[in-house]
Nanobody, 114 residues
Framework: VQLQASGGGLVQAGGSLRLSCAAS????????MGWYRQAPGKEREFVAS???????RYADSVQDRFTISRDNARSTLYLQMNGLKVEDTAVYYC?????????WGQGTQVTVSS
């Protein structure tokens, strides 16, 4: 399966962006999908994940600001990001865990200016 992330861009602090991650084929709703990010000079870190459209999990740093969701019919994952901060600047990657394999999207750049 291939994952295509989109929706990144340049936004001022306090603004919002919505990321999308489209899968090249149907993915079971039971598959865990998530978002990760990597800032310059830092390791890739977990942002949020979701399974079967429920039980979302978030990193403490984005809790109450970001919302993860998925459209199972379209096999598309979303990340609504509100109240963006300069420290949210990173390349954002989507990921799907399918049968013990991890599939990554190509990443989309999010830049938050002060």
């Amino acid at each position: 399966v291939q994952l295509q992330a989109s929706g990144g861009g340049l936004v001022q602090a306090g603004g919002s962006l919505r990321l999308s991650c489209a899968a090249s084929r149907t993915i079971s709703s039971s598959v865990v999908m998530g978002w990760y990010r990597q800032a310059p000079g830092k390791e890739r870190e977990f942002v949020a994940s979701i399974r079967s459209g429920r039980d979302p999990r978030y990193a403490d740093s984005v809790q109450d600001r970001f919302t993860i969701s998925r459209d199972n019919a379209r096999s598309t994952l979303y990340l609504q990001m509100n109240g963006l901060k300069v420290e949210d600047t990173a390349v954002y990657y989507c990921k799907a865990n399918i049968e013990s394999e991890s599939y990554w999207g190509q990443g989309t750049q999010v830049t938050v200016s002060s």
